[in-house]
């Protein structure tokens, strides 16, 4: 890592951290300010104290009261130089009072490897700092629909006695981008797609559609059910995995002509508690399709003794889209408008776009930063969660990285491979055919 590099990727931050809403919008913004301010003008350890100086002399500083400081670092690096950067953090930064400051550190993942990787890095860590202090950022979420599942599920009647194995027939969580690694090959050639969405953005997704209803919203008891849940999940069998890699991914200079790396990932966990036996969760992840898009769609059993005999047009589905373009929306069975008395499929359906036309909806990144200024860990990931998402995926990530997993061609700009539509239909997932969606107009 070069000092370049790491100047780029070090930011400090340190107002004070009052007032209202818009006051502390006007806080992000000069912390935004801040960032630019001291990239570029620290090396080594010397650049750590003289940060220190040019923070204490900085003119947000100046207007601050003394012992009050708020110091904020974001640290986007390789999970090798997280403890010495730290070190130097701890070392010549930190606040030097603990009237009301405060010191903070998000990070950026990868939070290592494996489990023994992130194991010893949270370790380190943790010789430096609390837990209070530490902010492992995942920045999905901070995405609006996300932020708002636990408000669905907990706070509408209709859902609570729908949302179980008795009348779920299996959910997907689903990541697709139509463009491929680019210039970023070298590093993602060392992680794959697993690590880069699944293991983290797809499956703290899958937490909050799957955990319980926490005992009150503080951050820890939300964080509480996360965990218990991803203690649910079973070991990964290997029948419910299928890897891909479009065509072309090895041309990038920096891959390995022979990398086995996936760029696509089906994989389906199964949990062992009350609520969820029996029902099949299925993440998918992949770069280069055909479209771009992340979603959760939850697809309900049939209806027993159906008397219109409208299976084959499909089951009810909810569909919560993340991005692009924020809805949900509920695809369900109606009587085909007109005289004759026949089914079609239609939706109840919620778009963000028209229903809240004035409303600006703040990037994922804002609103963690935002949190972090707050002192709310609530959308951060808290060491233990990380230890038991990382517990789920090593078994299989060992596997794939002594190449006992292979990852099956596909064109890009495709579906990626059959294989992985033909283990969503062995799961039970129901496609619907002849459903056409019609936008909305006056
Ligand atoms: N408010 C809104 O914006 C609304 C928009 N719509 C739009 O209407 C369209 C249809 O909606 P919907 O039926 O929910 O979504 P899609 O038709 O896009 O997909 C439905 C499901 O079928 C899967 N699928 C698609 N093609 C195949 C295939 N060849 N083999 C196996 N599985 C397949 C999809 O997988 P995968 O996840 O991999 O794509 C997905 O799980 C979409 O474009 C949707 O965005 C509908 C309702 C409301
Ligand atoms: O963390 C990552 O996320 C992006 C996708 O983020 P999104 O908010 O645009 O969905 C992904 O492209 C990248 O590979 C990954 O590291």
Redesign the pocket.
Known sequence: MSDDALRERIRGYLTPNKGTSSEQSETLSKFLQLIKYVSGSYDGEEGFRLLDKEISEHELAKNSQPGTSRRLFYLALPPSVYPSVCKMIRNYCMNQSDLSGWTRIVVEKPFGKDLSSAEELSSQLGELFNEEQLYRIDHYLGKELVQNLLVLRFANRFFLPLWNRDNIDNI?V?F?EDFGTEGRGGYFDEYGIIRDIIQNHLLQVLCLVAMEKPVSLKPEHIRDEKVKFLQSVLPIALEDVVLGQYEGYRDDPTVPDDSNTPTFATVILRIHNERWEGVPFIL?AGKA?N?R?A?I?VQFKDVPGDIYRCKKQ?RN?F?I?LQP?E???M?LTVKKPGLEMSTIQS?L???YRQRYQDVTIPEAYERLILDTIRGDQQHFVRRDELKAAWEIFTPLLHKIDAGELKSIPYKPGS??PAEA?EL??KAG?V??HG???I?PSL
Do not use: F, N
Request: charged share 35%; hydrophobic share 30%.
């Open positions: 997907q689903v697709r998918k399709l479209s898009k979603e769609r499909g589905e569909v889209r373009s809805a949900m929306y695809k939706e359906d919620l778009s579906r990626g539509d969503l239909a997932y496609q619907t459903y056409v969606w936008p």
